[in-house]
């Protein structure tokens, strides 16, 4: 990694170590000078902040380790997938040759950010922050649906690109397309239901949408397209009955071949 002067690891800890040592020796230099109005506030404030940075060390210590811990698992877990052949499988599926979803880089990406996010939390709390810890714990609680949502949409993409591209090669692409917004509404008003967002009025419109949908269909079949059904059927009919006549019969004994067998 090429970085600048100022960002040198050496400098930090340098700038850490002077900013460590030069508190104690302010707090020193204020307690000789014995201005009692001047020195004990401001050597109460630099004790409270000398006291509280091996707490920001820790905090610092803990983030640091879960990066590299979850970038370390996250990579794993991509190169699992990729190693699998699924990502070759579902661009075949899919029906494209440079895909822009890659289902080990999501998958691996998902995992470190989620790891990421525990040992944050976890740094808060060392610092001993309440309300970025509550915020925290509250984002944490929230993660299972979140990371439920983003499945569903996952899911939503890959089965309407298949959908879309099995209607595609038998040659019917428009249709394809259609199937494929059907899903997307589908996973729509899943994904919004797995939020928590206005779920009463997303279920009542999507229960009236299929109701209308339903409706819509009976109709059409049953009024508009009563002659089709009724040709479908009729050809059906036929190609039953030339079934039937090309079936062999069975072969049946006339009387005289009863006769004989029983003189026989």
């Known amino acids: 990694m090429q970085v600048n002067e100022q960002g040198e690891l050496s400098n930090t800890l340098a700038y850490i170590v002077y900013v460590l040592i030069l508190i104690p020796v302010i707090i020193s230099a204020l307690s000789v000078l014995n201005i009692r109005a001047i020195s004990d506030p401001a050597i109460a404030m630099l004790s409270t902040v000398f006291n509280y940075i091996p ?58 950010v989620i790891l990421v996010i525990f040992f944050i939390v976890e740094s808060f709390a060392t610092l001993h922050l309440g309300v970025l810890t509550s915020i925290g714990t509250s984002i944490i609680a929230y993660m299972p649906y979140a990371l439920a949502a983003f499945i569903i949409f996952a899911i939503c993409v890959l089965i309407g690109s298949i959908v879309s591209n099995v209607f595609k090669k038998n040659g019917h692409p428009a249709v394809g397309s259609m199937f494929k917004y059907l899903i997307y509404i589908i996973g729509g008003f899943m994904i919004l239901n797995q939020l928590g967002i206005a779920r009463t009025l997303v279920d009542s419109t999507f229960i009236l949408i299929v109701a209308a949908l339903a409706v819509a269909f ?29 079936a062999p019969k069975p072969e049946t004994m006339d009387s005289t071949t009863v006769e004989g067998k029983s003189k026989k």
């Open 55 to 112: 707490s920001i060390l820790a905090a610092l210590i803990i983030i640091v380790i879960g990066w590299i811990l979850a970038k370390f698992i996250g990579n794993i877990i991509t190169r699992l997938i990729e190693s699998s052949g699924l990502d070759a499988k579902l661009a075949e599926l899919t029906g494209t040759k440079n895909p822009t979803f890659s289902l080990s880089n999501v998958t691996g990406k998902t995992v470190e």
């Open 218 to 246: 009976a109709i059409a079949f049953g009024v508009g397209g009563r002659d089709f059904a009724k040709s479908v059927l009729a050809e059906l009919q036929v190609k039953i009955k030339k079934e039937e006549l090309k």
